[in-house]
């Protein structure tokens, strides 16, 4: 069970992407004082986690009422996460946000809600909801991955000191390339469970 829970946490951090995060959320929160920024990343990484945890308690039943198949499931899941880890491996790490767009302390948009519980960790709680029975080991990996995330981030400040930009984007895209693996094998599986259905 534990292999299970650290095997799917994995997944989990990587698609939550904390070290692609640092600079975004350094650049949002910059105009903040350093006390007062962490209260901020503290409050936001609870409200990403409630509606992490929200989507992996309804996904099942949602999946279910749109009669999606384990095989659908796998390809699709597949096919997400190798997007995403293309963009992860590819990224030229220019994304930036003024801090100016922010003038007030941000709330929920965007910290919460796209970069952390962005569409693609939703997309996956609900796909591993369903070919995940064992809601214990769901959301144990869950917890793990967002509890790594949340460290990374409380500290992005110290972080980017020792790591500098470059170090922090050859990180990313070490953990793009690690999903690429993850995701063909979701794909392959998800062929597998196909033709094995047809017979």
Do not use: H
């Not at 692609?20 to 929160?29: K, Q, R, T």
């Not at 984007?169 to 062929?191: C, N, P, S």
């Amino acid at each position: 069970m534990l292999g299970s829970i650290l095997t799917l946490a994995f997944s989990f951090f990587l698609l939550l992407d904390p070290l692609g995060n640092v600079p975004l959320y350094l650049a949002i929160l910059k105009n903040v004082d350093a006390k007062r920024q962490r209260l901020i990343i503290f409050r936001e990484m609870m409200i990403a986690l409630g509606v992490i945890l929200t989507f992996a308690l309804v996904g099942q039943e949602i999946l279910s009422l749109l009669r999606i198949s384990d095989a659908t499931l796998a390809l699709s899941g597949g096919i997400l996460l190798f997007i995403i880890a293309l963009k992860m491996v590819f990224s030229s790490g220019n994304q930036e946000f003024d801090a100016r767009d922010y003038p007030e302390e941000p709330l929920i948009v965007p910290l919460a809600i796209p970069l952390i519980a962005g569409p693609s960790i939703l997309a996956a709680v609900m796909i591993y909801a369903k070919k995940e029975p064992n809601l214990f080991v769901l959301f144990s990996a869950i917890f793990i991955a967002w509890l790594a995330s949340f460290i990374i981030l409380y500290y992005s400040d110290i972080l980017k000191k020792i790591l500098s930009k470059n170090g922090i984007q050859a990180l990313e895209k070490l953990m793009g390339l690690i999903l690429t693996l993850i995701a063909v094998e979701m794909f392959l599986d998800g062929i597998t469970r196909f033709f094995c259905a047809l017979e």
